[in-house]
């Protein structure tokens, strides 16, 4: 069974610009999680999606958004880049009644210069 | 979300075992106790998750008190590729409202040779 994918695994960006980052869960998972890790931190909860409907999001600001397609799929987006911005985006995705097993992807590492 | 307490860091060496004690003294009833792993630049992974006395699978072992105020990860005989991140969670599985794992510090540990 292939897990969580992401892409890409790196992504270099400068300030101002837009970032956009892809996810596609585990088959069967419609629930798919977003955070955000900068280096030598714990993670920060960012975004949640499920059946293509927004849940809840993190403390963070408009700039960061996203959306989940038909097919559970999920981008993340990142207007407007700042410096601080540059960290590991995780994805993760796991069976409706397992909330506490989530399954993480690889992440796409964020660089802002 | 019950607050919990780790160790900053352990040291260890290779085919000890290892034990990493959590704490939570505000655990509700309905909470479990979940605990992953994470190397470096790569997502958490999902080891083991319990509610009371003791659970086992194949990579760790999970302890915990009548109290359920604390509870501790074993890892038995660790190697080198044990060093990680360990992170303990406690929260109530069937939560709809949030969904988003909260990650404390963590326990860094270090295997040596």
């Known amino acids: 069974e292939a897990g969580v994918t992401q892409s890409p695994t790196h992504l270099i960006k400068t300030r101002g610009q837009q970032a956009t980052l892809r996810c596609s869960p585990i088959s069967g998972h419609t629930s798919v999680y977003w955070y955000q890790q900068a280096l030598g931190l714990g993670l920060q909860f960012l975004l949640w999606?499920?059946?293509?409907?927004?849940?809840n999001r993190g403390n963070f600001p408009p700039r960061f958004s996203g959306r989940q397609f038909p097919n559970y799929s999920s981008e993340l987006n990142v207007n407007a880049l700042e410096l601080e911005d540059s960290a590991l985006y995780l994805c993760a995705s796991n069976l409706a009644d397992r909330v506490y097993e989530q399954y993480f992807g690889p992440g796409t590492r964020l660089t802002v210069t | 979300l019950a607050k919990t307490t780790q160790p900053i860091s352990m040291d260890s060496y290779e085919g000890q075992e290892v034990n990493i004690t959590c704490s939570h003294n505000n655990i509700a009833t309905n909470d479990y106790i979940t605990w992953y792993q994470q190397f470096p630049s790569q997502g958490p992974r999902f080891i083991i998750q319990?509610?009371?006395t003791k659970v086992t699978n194949e990579v760790a072992s999970l302890f915990i008190p009548a109290d359920r105020k604390s509870s501790t990860l074993s890892l038995p005989r660790v190697s080198l590729s044990d060093t990680a991140v360990y992170y303990c969670l406690v929260g109530d599985i069937s939560n709809n409202a949030g969904n988003m794992l909260t990650f404390g510090g963590g326990t860094r540990l270090m295997v040596k040779p």
């Open positions: 999606y499920d059946e293509g409907e927004e849940r």
């Open positions: 319990g509610y009371k």
